[in-house]
């Protein structure tokens, strides 16, 4: 959503989807160390927007030249054991936008209940070996397929796995629907992962938020510096606060004005602009450093996966370090790698480990700012599906507290009835002009 350009308050409109599959161009990333014979390292083909990601990997490792993506084995031996050891099965792990998909269960998956029924879509291959032997795994997969096909010849379809022989993690037993490939929708998104947009955001900032009133009484925690924070719970209600406020229909309809406005700055922007000199190039410098140096303190809002958020106020003397420090010391995992980015002027940026980067100076912060949490991938799945903050601090979160904006409506018959007396005021009399005229006339 924050990369969508969507401004608080934008209207969506909800329309039926097709049913029917249509195209998707895949491209897939395959390693490094298989590369070699690939131009771009990518594998790039259509497929209909049914197709599930497990024959997506068939389809592509059967190109030419051939690749092994689906029945890879590599030798393990147990520990005092001595010999050629035994193969097992090195499983495929597609990364999509930063998800992984790595079981059986999510490569039967379709790109439709992934969300992608059209455009261009990147899947990041990478293996990992599982603890199920190589001919264990193959044989599950052929009896998968197996009573697939037996059920599409008796025109049912399967409701259930087959349960013979030991499945591990990575191929799990519980199988889908054949008949939720094409028509399921993607996964909803749980309430506690909608956050709501206070409705005095301003729509042209991106990336920055509203200081909390004084007035909240917010309970306050310090960090590892001894630095106030103030801590939030995610919001509780399942629809947005932008969507529960009242507006006009005709809010979103275009007008004359906007018609004119848009073909003023179409014009501005064909023509010809002279580039800057050097001159004007150090001067722009010396405003945008002057303008730094101005900013004493900025309010930073850290907003963590679980949407839980942080408030803290930096100097320009604190520095990248300081602010990874600060967000460290509020986590239940402090040991798990994370990342730390921000929109700034260039648009998204991370926010490097240096304790030499200033925070105002050096990275260009001002005024309230929202950096964004992220799991680095070395982090654990405990980490990762746990609750981020600690015990401790969690119980002295409050939520926020959205101060009710009075609405001030203008009554439309008044204003059209005042602009249309207006209107009727400036239109000069022609009685008025004929008396002006005789009086000229007997002057003379």
Not at 11 to 36: D, N
Not at 185 to 213: L, Y
Not at 364 to 386: H, K, Q
Request: net charge neutral; proline share 7%.
């Amino acid at each position: 959503m924050r990369l969508s350009g969507l401004s608080p308050g934008a209207k969506l409109e909800l329309v039926m989807l097709s049913r029917s599959p249509s195209v998707v161009k895949v491209a897939l990333q395959i390693p490094e160390r298989e590369a070699s014979e690939v131009a771009g390292g990518r594998l790039i083909q259509d497929f209909a927007s049914s197709t599930t990601l497990w024959l997506v990997l068939r389809s592509l490792e059967n190109r030419e030249p051939q690749k092994n993506f689906t029945a890879r084995g590599k030798t393990r031996t147990e520990t005092g054991e001595s010999g050629a050891g035994r193969l097992y099965h090195e499983a495929p792990i597609l990364n999509i936008m930063g998800r992984e998909l790595g079981t059986f269960t999510d490569l039967q998956k379709t790109l439709a209940q992934l969300g992608y029924n059209s455009g261009n879509v990147l899947l990041r291959l990478s293996f990992k070996v599982s603890e199920t032997p190589l001919e264990e795994a193959m044989e599950h997969m052929e009896q998968y397929f197996a009573s697939i096909q037996s059920d599409e010849k008796a025109g049912a379809h399967p409701t259930s796995p087959p349960t013979s022989g030991s499945i591990s993690d990575t191929i799990s037993p519980a199988l889908p629907k054949e008949d939720d490939s094409a028509t399921s929708p993607p996964e909803p998104v749980s309430p506690s992962q909608i956050e709501s947009i206070p409705a005095n955001t301003p729509g042209g900032q991106r990336g920055t938020f509203d200081e909390p009133s004084e007035e909240f009484s917010v309970p306050v925690i310090t960090d590892p510096e001894q630095r106030p924070i103030a801590v939030f719970k995610p919001s509780s209600s399942s629809t947005p606060r932008a969507a529960q406020q009242a507006f006009n229909e005709r809010d979103y309809e275009p007008t004359i004005a906007h018609a004119k406005l848009h073909q003023a700055r179409l014009q501005n922007s064909g023509r010809n602009k002279p580039l800057l000199s050097d001159k004007e190039l150090a001067e722009k410098e010396n405003a945008k450093a002057q303008k730094c140096a101005s900013v004493k303190k900025i309010a930073v809002k850290i907003r963590f996966p679980d949407q839980t958020t942080i408030n803290a106020d930096f100097t320009n003397l604190d520095t990248a370090g300081i602010l990874y420090d600060c967000a460290k010391g509020v986590l239940a995992s402090e040991d798990e790698p994370f990342l730390l980015n921000f929109i700034s002027a260039k648009g998204p940026s991370t926010i490097p480990r240096d304790s030499s980067k200033r925070l105002i100076s050096d990275l260009g912060m001002s005024g309230s700012t929202l950096v964004n949490f992220l799991w680095d991938e070395g982090a654990s799945a405990g980490a990762r599906t746990s609750p981020v903050l600690k015990a401790a601090v969690l119980a002295r979160a409050k939520e926020v507290e959205v101060p009710e904006v009075p609405e001030t409506g203008v009554d439309e018959e008044k204003f059209h009835d005042s602009d249309a007396g207006k209107r009727k005021e400036t239109v000069k009399s022609p009685n008025k002009g004929i008396q002006k005229w005789v009086s000229r006339l007997s002057k003379k």
